[in-house]
């Protein structure tokens, strides 16, 4: 029954049963954690042949010594692999360490400082520069704005993707607007996938936008289904390509959860304009990446159908766990107007909204009787959700036992703060 329709009296008579549950689940000196979009264990280990696949073989396809210096963009083949996943030509790819995030640092702070196109382009000549963030988004994009002392702005992500009518309002109206943050496919929390329509306006926004506008296009989960009729992503290079926009396009992605996690591979893409003066920015920083890495990783992932057939592994894995908690939120919370949640088809994450003013309140009765939650307010910049209702469930890492025992607690607790609101006068 919807929460609204319950008398004072079943309220109340709910709640003391609830609260006879929270009393035994803390009892149980539970010790669980939803708070990162980990691979788990079962996942990294998938990937364990690449310790010793080289064998005492370290030539590249154009015979390159991989253990030796060079190679600022990367060795061919990785170039060309992982061009794929991006959808974009290997000319066009630069593949790095093994930290998509490394990369978008260096891509943020290169333009802050030496600017895309020399000096006079750097966006650290302005007084002010802000970042378009859509939320709920993710919070070490909106981390590394605010420690490079960006602004950022909030934009409510719809079904479509990010609200483009806003977006598109506010960067014609305000030059210090350099950027948008995305990421596209499954997003970070919500699990969505952006439209066609709305991956085109985006990729026109470099027409509209002041110079030196840039799209950050975090595609960390181009490639992590759950299922086989998982929407496809619209490849914004086309459409980049179609309305000449190539230079206002940053594409990153990484093997983090495709391998292993620490000691994977990180890619970039863009206009071969930009990833010149990208090059000539990151050569005085390294002489190369780790191309040993590059090449092990080549030979564990071309091939046929091999990329497919391994990223089907990890979704046999870790779908268990999504459905148990999308199943046990149906069951337990749909049709009583105390929460609403995403059903993604792909990624790492599912978005919690609870009633406004609550997340908080949820977060901290989870965490007393042992189980650990991202922080409300993390998936908005600076911390603060202006409803206090969003919270980003991570199943992904826990064994499927510890995640059904996690979100049976976190209904528990859902269902507490949503009776105790309803009951105060």
Wanted: glycine share 8%.
């Amino acid at each position: 029954m919807h929460i609204d329709q319950l008398s004072a009296t079943e309220l109340t008579s709910q709640l003391e049963t609830l609260k006879e549950q929270y009393d035994a689940l803390r009892g149980a000196n539970l010790a669980l954690d939803l708070t990162r979009g980990k691979p788990s264990t079962e996942q990294v280990a998938l990937s364990n042949a690449l310790d010793g696949i080289l064998g005492d073989d370290f030539l590249a396809a154009n015979g390159i010594d991989a253990r030796n210096y060079g190679g600022l963009e990367g060795l061919e083949e990785a170039r060309a692999l992982f061009g794929d996943v991006l959808g974009t030509p290997a000319d066009e790819t630069l593949i790095g360490g093994n930290s998509s995030l490394t990369l978008m640092y260096n891509t943020i702070e290169f333009a802050l400082t030496d600017g895309l196109r020399g000096p006079a382009s750097a966006w650290g000549n302005s007084d002010t520069v802000k970042f378009l963030c859509p939320t709920p988004g993710y919070d070490r994009h909106f981390a590394l704005c605010e420690y490079l002392g960006i602004e950022m702005i909030a934009v409510p992500m719809l079904d479509s993707g990010p609200d483009m009518d806003t977006i598109e309002a506010l960067v014609k109206q305000d030059s210090a607007i350099k950027g948008l943050w995305c990421v596209p496919r499954f997003s970070n929390p919500t699990g969505g996938v952006y439209s066609d329509a709305t991956v085109e306006r985006i990729a026109r926004l470099g027409l509209i936008a002041s110079d030196h506008f840039l799209v950050m296009w975090d595609n960390a989960y181009a490639v992590h289904s759950l299922y086989d009729d998982a929407p496809e992503l619209a490849s914004i290079r086309t459409y980049c390509q179609q309305h000449n926009t190539l230079n206002n396009v940053f594409q990153f992605g990484s093997t983090s959860k495709v391998t292993f996690a620490g000691a994977g591979v990180a890619f970039l893409a863009t206009s071969i304009e930009n990833l010149k003066a990208f090059k000539n920015h990151l050569a005085f920083r390294t002489i190369g990446p780790d191309k040993v890495n590059q090449l092990r990783h080549t030979r564990f992932l071309s091939g046929s159908g091999q990329l497919a057939e391994h990223m089907a592994a990890h979704a046999a894995l870790i779908r268990p766990r999504f459905e148990c908690v999308i199943d046990s939120l149906a069951r337990e919370l749909d049709g009583t107007g105390m929460g609403a949640w995403s059903s993604p088809r792909g990624g790492y994450f599912i978005s919690f909204n609870t009633l406004p003013g609550l997340a908080r309140e949820v977060v901290a009765l989870a965490e007393t009787i042992g189980v650990k939650l991202t922080p409300a307010g993390a998936t908005y910049p600076y911390g603060k959700d202006p409803k206090d209702c969003n919270i980003r469930l991570s199943p992904t890492y826990p064994s499927l036992d510890d995640v059904q025992a996690a979100i049976t607690a976190f209904i528990v607790c859902v269902k507490i703060a949503s009776l105790n609101a309803r009951l105060k006068p």
